[in-house]
């Protein structure tokens, strides 16, 4: 808002010789008008008494109405001069607290002529001599300072404005300039600094790919992944460019842990001191989701931490199987008319059904979370030797969106005895009712890649790309799934001999062994760790009154989830499309030390890529 707009009003002032001595005439005539009759009064009485002929002196009446008219000019110079000093003060009380703002010229606005009466000339005077002109004899008197009315777009103050809006610019330029100069050579002098740093450790616990990103405050020069280290140590890869520095966990990260990335020898691409870039973050507790059947009641699916703390997050009377990822839940259920295929959020909320290749059933459900996929073996309802679809592999996009695809051979669709998922991709390892193993990339429109026969599939290590599968011969192998190269799997030490199940994990594989005796009966059961260099350590134990069902790993192999059937000679098998004996215990084991955590009531964890298979 203008100071304009806050001004008193002021009376009207001449601003201009010919409008002071206009007013001073007109001064002058009012008071002699005031006089006359302050005088005629006394005419009158003087008349009527003495019939004197002499009026009042015409000298003293002159006198009179010029120190009036003189009087009246002076108040108005004043109030002239307080005027100008005000519009003064307040102009620049506005220029020096406000910025001028950078806006159009607003444009004139005419203003009509205000006709000015020619002054009037003494008869026999000079031609400079007026009424109220200074004598001639006399110096010219200093004009009044004039009131100058405050125009918006007033072209006189532009040029200050201007100059004082520059010199405002420019200081301000100035400073930043100092101040960016001055950080700059402290930069210089103390090299790279850390100025942001990205994780996401939830993630980072669940699966393969997380990544820390250092970001510095100045453009690094070329990064050796030799100079990155992190503690406690972890396989990982590197990639820097600009300002910003990767590191990739080829592997899932272990919970409850602290780690550390450090940087060693950083230098700016322009040179200068070199500096070590460290950070940390620690990751969140583990929890993980198990089913328990109920056959009195609803089966359920709950989520819960290392010490059974759990909450039911979804129940049905009947789910046969389901799968987790970072962000969601697939859970098949049964009814009369066959499964359903069903996706939710982790928290069992916003759940929605998948379209299925037709009435039938589903088993065997997998998912890539990397993919974005669901798979699962699919059978119609309606099935004889004739007709109807068996045990064909399937996939399709978590999100719905997609139809079913079923998986092809020589364009027929596959029906498949085993198949998993390849960890961190969307691609299909299965092995077909001929015993032919083959890969397939869903992501890909390659086809389908023969690898030789087998006879079943153990696992698929995660960030290795490899498969351990067990040849026709029965000799059990790692296949590199990229090159199709292979070599035998090592042995333990001490030997525990064939195992029926290879589960890999980061630093080595679980294997499930059965002990008999001279006839071939068994006599106990154990699931042994295996790390990466052959060494051997039991972590579970059972007589052959019970039975391990499944023994699979956390994702960064921290802990194991062994499921045992206790009593089996008593604990019948229920109903379901996958068979389970009724009582069913999950044992979470530490790895390291080989200490049991705790036993849950339930199984098929999440950590597990399957369910159990017999």
């Known amino acids: 808002m203008s100071t304009d707009d806050e001004r008193p009003e002021v009376p009207a002032v001449p601003r201009t010789r010919a409008e002071m001595r206009a007013a001073r005439e007109a001064a002058e005539a009012e008071e002699a008008e005031r006089i006359s009759r302050a005088v005629a009064p006394a005419e009158q009485t003087a008349d009527r008494v003495d019939q004197a002929d002499a009026g009042p002196d015409e000298a003293v009446v002159e006198a009179a109405v010029r120190e009036a008219g003189d009087r009246e000019v002076a ?7 307080k005027m100008a000093a005000f519009e003064a003060a307040a102009r620049e009380d506005v220029e020096a607290t406000a910025v001028p703002a950078a806006s159009p010229v607003p444009e004139a606005t005419a203003v009509p002529a205000v006709p000015v009466a020619p002054e009037p000339v003494l008869l026999g005077a000079q031609p400079d001599a007026r009424v109220g002109a200074a004598p001639a004899d006399e110096p010219d008197a200093a004009p009044a300072p004039r009131a100058r009315a405050r125009v918006e777009g007033d072209p006189a103050r532009k040029p200050a404005l201007s ?4 010199l405002t610019i420019t200081a301000v330029l100035g400073v930043l300039v100092l101040v960016g100069t001055g950080l700059g050579i402290v930069s210089l002098l103390q090299g790279p600094r850390l100025s942001a740093v990205q994780v996401e450790p939830d993630q980072a616990i669940e699966s393969s790919g997380s990544r820390v990103i250092l970001t510095a405050n100045q453009a690094l020069a070329e990064i050796d992944p030799k100079q990155v280290t992190v503690e406690p140590a972890v396989p990982f890869t590197v990639d820097a460019s600009g300002r910003g520095i990767g590191v990739r966990f080829t592997v899932p990260l272990d919970d409850s842990t602290k780690y550390t990335v450090r940087v060693s020898g950083v230098t700016g691409v322009g040179g200068g001191p070199t500096t070590d870039l460290t950070t940390s973050f620690s990751t969140p507790a583990a929890s993980f989701f198990l ?4 056959v009195d009641g609803k089966d359920k699916i709950f989520r819960t931490d290392l010490t059974g703390d759990g909450k ?4 049905h009377e009947q789910i046969n199987d389901f799968r987790a990822t970072s962000t969601q839940l697939v859970v098949s259920v049964a009814d009369d008319d066959g499964s359903r295929l069903l996706v939710m959020d982790r928290d069992g909320k916003n759940e929605r059904e998948l379209e299925l290749p037709g009435d039938g059933y589903v088993g065997a459900i997998q998912v890539s979370e990397r ?8 059978s119609d309802r309606k099935l004889s030797d004739t007709e109807g679809r068996a045990s064909v592999l399937v996939t399709q996009s978590l999100n719905g969106k997609d139809k079913p695809k079923i998986i092809e051979v020589g364009d027929a669709e596959a029906s498949v005895f085993a198949w998993q998922f390849v960890p961190d991709s969307a691609a299909v390892l299965f092995i077909d009712f001929d015993g032919a193993l083959s890969l397939v990339d869903r992501s890909t429109d390659a086809g389908v890649q023969s690898l030789g026969l087998a006879a079943t599939i153990q696992g698929i290590s995660r960030g290795t790309y490899t498969a351990i599968v067990e040849r026709l011969d029965g000799a059990v192998v790692e296949l590199n799934l990229a090159d199709g190269s292979e070599q035998p799997l090592a042995a333990s030490d001490p030997d525990y001999g064939t195992a029926t199940s290879i589960t890999p994990f980061p630093g080595g594989t679980l294997r499930h062994v059965v002990a008999r005796d001279d006839a071939g009966m068994p006599i106990g059961q154990a699931v042994v760790r295996v790390d990466d260099d052959g060494a051997a350590t039991p972590l579970v134990e059972v007589s052959s009154a019970d ?5 699979c790993a956390s994702p960064s192999g921290q802990y194991a989830a062994v499921v045992v059937a206790p009593d089996l000679a008593n604990n019948p098998y229920d109903g379901m499309l996958l068979p389970l004996p009724g009582k069913v215990e999950t044992h979470l084991i530490d790895m390291e030390s080989g200490k049991e955590i705790v036993a849950l009531t339930g199984f098929d964890a999440s950590w597990c890529a399957t369910a159990p298979r017999f």
């Open 75 to 81: 108040e108005q110079e004043a109030a002239a001069r």
């Open 163 to 166: 100059r004082r809006f520059v």
């Open 291 to 294: 089913l328990n059947r109920d």
């Open 312 to 315: 039911v997050v979804f129940s």
């Open 371 to 378: 993919g974005g996929l669901v798979g699962y073996s699919y």
């Open 547 to 551: 039975s391990i069902l499944q023994a």
